[in-house]
């Protein structure tokens, strides 16, 4: 299997939640990018791949959450990776922020945000 992922995934660890519309289910983010995110679950969930569903990442000591529509799009055993589909401004703005802080590059940030909005990185 090719690693397809066009955007830097950095390493954070959080509370998290994954919502259905039968269910909500715990777990924590293993990591983060751009265009979307890995997830331990705390139990096996039936959730399909293709499924649609609603993630809320707890921002630590704060009462910022991340929140976002997304599509499951691989799971092994509790682990579950998923495809960002829609965010609000305000959730945009704080993954952008912490992705400048764990990548240590504001350069390389920039570029993933021009890519991802289907901008020229150099413009």
């Not at 009462?63 to 305000?90: W, Y």
């Amino acid at each position: 299997m090719t690693d397809q992922r066009h955007y830097q995934r950095i390493g954070f660890r959080t509370e998290a939640s994954i919502m259905t519309t039968e269910t909500t289910y715990s777990c924590r983010l293993v990591d983060l990018a751009l265009q979307g995110a890995l997830f331990q679950c705390d139990q096996d969930s039936p959730l399909t791949i293709g499924q649609k569903v609603r993630l809320h990442i707890y921002l630590p000591d704060t009462d910022i959450s991340l929140n976002f529509t997304a599509e499951l799009i691989h799971k092994h055993e509790r682990f579950c990776g998923f495809l960002f589909l829609t965010e609000d401004v305000e959730t945009l703005v704080h993954l952008r922020r912490l992705l400048e802080l764990n990548i240590g590059d504001n350069e390389k940030t920039d570029q993933e945000f021009a890519h991802w909005l289907g901008q020229d990185p150099s413009s």
